[in-house]
């Protein structure tokens, strides 16, 4: 079981750069590949990015946030990152931080295990 506790989110002007964190409880951290997934008023919950369990060697990032938002992750603090600059109107949303126990990462939110509560990021123009 994995408990996951989202923060950083708040309000920001477009243009301007957020960093979301995600703290994981237990000690098997590092075996989970990592996601972040956004939802929208009246959207869908589209993926952001994703990183590789262990090292994190491996990352993956939709198109809309490629080039903008990093994702990275510290295995001594149950923690992954989610940095996300140039901010756009369209990035507002709540922002979800969810942990796979598979070495395949995957894009799809139905592939991941466990889920934080959220956290809102509201971006203005």
């Known amino acids: 079981q994995v408990q996951l506790v989202e923060s950083g989110g708040g309000l920001v002007q477009a243009g301007g750069s957020l960093r979301l964190s995600c703290t994981a409880s237990?000690?098997?951290?590092?075996?989970?590949?990592m996601g972040w997934f956004r939802q929208a008023p009246g959207k869908e919950r589209e993926f952001v990015a994703a990183?590789?369990?262990?090292?994190?060697?491996?990352?993956y990032y939709a198109d809309s946030v490629k080039g903008r938002f990093t994702i990275s992750r510290d295995n001594a603090k149950n923690t992954v990152y989610l940095q996300m600059n140039s901010l756009k109107p369209d990035d507002t949303a709540v922002y979800y931080c969810?942990?796979?126990?598979?070495?395949?990462?995957?894009?799809?939110?139905?592939?991941?295990?466990?889920w934080g509560q959220g956290t809102q990021v509201t971006v203005s123009s």
């Open positions: 969810a942990a796979d126990d598979s070495i395949v990462v995957v894009t799809t939110s139905g592939g991941y295990d466990y």
């Open positions: 237990g000690r098997t951290f590092s075996r989970y590949a």
């Open positions: 990183i590789s369990r262990s090292s994190g060697a491996s990352t």
